[in-house]
């Protein structure tokens, strides 16, 4: 067992062979009980460390670059902006370790057993890009926003780990195990750039402004473009050219997107909670299950407050789009164009439709309850089984539409 002193020694020294002076000598700490201790910010470069306990230490900002670290215990300790570049981290326990925005680019993090000793941990924001986790067990790992840039998960255990915004390129998770995993594949194929700017966006995002950058693709040309699960919530899309792109299952929460361009996108599953979308075009795309609903506001620390934000759709042009089963409740649709959309099972309880064209529009077992029709084109609208109760159908236009099965209880329906 180390004393303080014989401990304050071994730093010295070590201090002194980093930096290639007369009486430095290489740090060797072998299977030693360091837990519990405040170890903040040392330089331990290149040190020889194996089968140290460092559970519940402090070690934020602690320079682990190339040194061996293998069995070593992590174990619930916060290493957060430590460095573990090109270090030996094999059979290494990190379990619900804290290991935000920490460098491990290189590192070797391979189990030496089948424990699961990476089981929670969280590397959120960490640089990884080339380290090796073959046949690793961490389920339920915390990966969101980290760079996985040529990193290997080979045969690894990652079911339940939440990997949204990990930079993917080059990646391998050849026979991993992805179930229950927030990961979408389907990003890796994109430029680095791309993906750089969508994990900054990320990073941005979950630390609530403090660490990151808001993503911002305002004005450029990204049509077919392939983002099916990214996290783009409250990015700025404003005037961007997304025609054809790929979209489904995108997390778009307050994203901004006023006048951007969607025509023949795939929208399916997509959240858009209060999103704003004035004056988009929509036409011929697919939003079946997408989500235009309101979206609620947090306060700077992150915290839920009473407020919401509605999705702002006015003047956009849906022409012919399919959004079965799509939730625009209590969205602004003011003046929108959703002539011929199928929209069977949608669900507009509550949404603003003032002076919106919904003329040929397939509504069956549509729910516009309370919704503000002022205005609206509805001619030879299918409303079959429809709930339109209390309704506000003011000059609304509904010449030739079908209302079999439709209820309209409070609603001033002539026939």
Not at 81 to 92: D, M, W
Not at 213 to 241: E, M, Q, V
Not at 270 to 298: C, M, N, Q, V, Y
Not at 304 to 330: I, P
Request: hydrophobic share 40%; glycine share 8%.
């Amino acid at each position: 067992m180390l004393t303080a002193q014989e401990f304050v020694e071994i730093l010295r020294a070590h201090e002194r062979f980093t930096r290639r002076e007369p009486n430095g000598r290489r740090a060797r700490i072998e299977s030693e009980n360091l837990s519990g201790l405040r170890l903040p910010g040392l330089n331990l470069r290149e040190s020889v460390l194996t089968g140290t306990d460092f559970s519940r230490c402090v070690l934020t900002g602690t320079d682990f670059g190339r040194a061996t670290l293998s069995l070593c215990s992590f174990e619930m300790a916060d290493a957060a902006q430590a460095n573990f570049e090109n270090a030996n981290l094999r059979g290494a326990n990190l379990s619900n370790a804290r290991l935000s925005e920490a460098n491990f680019s290189g590192a070797d993090l391979r189990p030496a057993t089948d424990q699961d000793i990476s089981r929670h941990a969280v590397l959120q924001g960490a640089s990884l890009p080339g380290a090796r986790f073959d046949k690793a067990q961490m389920a339920g790992a915390d990966l969101r926003a980290t760079d996985l840039s040529q990193a290997s998960f080979e045969e690894a255990n990652i079911k339940d780990a939440n990997l949204r915004g990990a930079m993917l390129l080059d990646a391998s998770f050849k026979d991993a195990v992805l179930d229950g995993a927030d990961i979408s594949l389907e990003l890796a194929q994109l430029p680095p750039d791309i993906q750089e700017v969508l994990r900054q966006h990320a990073l941005w995002v979950d630390s609530f402004g403090l660490a990151g950058k808001r993503a911002s693709f305002a004005g450029r040309d990204l049509s077919r473009i392939d983002l099916r699960g990214a996290y783009l919530s409250g990015a700025d899309l404003r005037g961007t050219n997304l025609t054809g792109a790929q979209l489904t299952g995108a997390l778009m929460v307050l994203t901004e997107l006023d006048g951007a361009t969607l025509d023949d996108a795939d929208l399916q599953r997509a959240d858009l909670a209060g999103a704003s979308l004035k004056r988009a075009t929509i036409r011929h795309a697919r939003l079946d299950d997408a989500r235009f609903e309101p979206a609620p506001i947090l306060s700077v620390d992150g915290r839920g407050t009473r407020d919401t934000k509605r999705a702002d759709l006015d003047g956009v042009s849906f022409r012919q789009s399919a959004m079965s089963g799509a939730s625009f409740r209590e969205a602004r649709l003011r003046d929108g164009d959703l002539h011929g959309v199928v929209a069977e099972l949608v669900n507009m309880r509550g949404a603003d439709l003032t002076g919106a064209n919904l003329s040929d529009a397939k509504l069956v077992s549509g729910d516009l309850s309370d919704a503000i029709l002022t205005g609206a084109n509805l001619r030879r609208a299918d409303l079959r089984n429809a709930n339109m109760s209390n309704a506000k159908v003011e000059d609304t236009d509904l010449t030739g539409s079908e209302l079999d099965g439709a209820n309209t209880d409070g609603t001033p329906i002539r026939h």
